[in-house]
């Protein structure tokens, strides 16, 4: 099983990121899929949400209007399209799949996003 985040970067306030998530080793289709971030010295929280098809999502307020998270059944591959970035959206950014059956969880070794002028 892996889950490989890419896409992090430094960005200046306002700018752009798309994060990518690539899934083996497991039923793509049958996990939810959810995005995380951990600042220095903060708990991780939980940013964005899909679910098994896509109909579903779901955002934390801080990142809701300028979040969009999506995903790719056929390339196994969830993203997050960030936009109007601000200087407290820097964090390690995790992608994480919960098997709606199963119950199994997997996370990726998390991406870094840093937003700087």
């Known amino acids: 099983v892996q889950l490989v985040e890419s896409g992090g970067g430094l960005v200046q306030p306002g700018g752009s990121l798309r994060l990518s998530c690539a899934a083996s080793?497991?039923?793509?289709?049958?996990?939810?899929m959810r995005w995380y971030r951990q600042a220095p010295g903060k708990e991780r929280e939980l940013v964005a949400q899909?679910?098994?098809?896509?109909?579903?999502?779901n955002y934390a307020v801080s990142v809701k209007g300028r979040f969009t998270i999506s995903r790719d059944n056929a390339k196994k591959t969830v993203y997050l399209q960030m936009d109007s970035l601000k200087p407290e959206d820097t964090a390690v950014y995790y992608c994480n799949a919960r098997g709606v059956y199963s119950g199994s969880t997997y996370w990726g070794q998390g991406t870094q996003v840093t937003v700087s002028s």
């Open positions: 899909i679910s098994t098809l896509g109909g579903t999502t």
């Open positions: 080793g497991f039923t793509f289709s049958s996990y939810e």
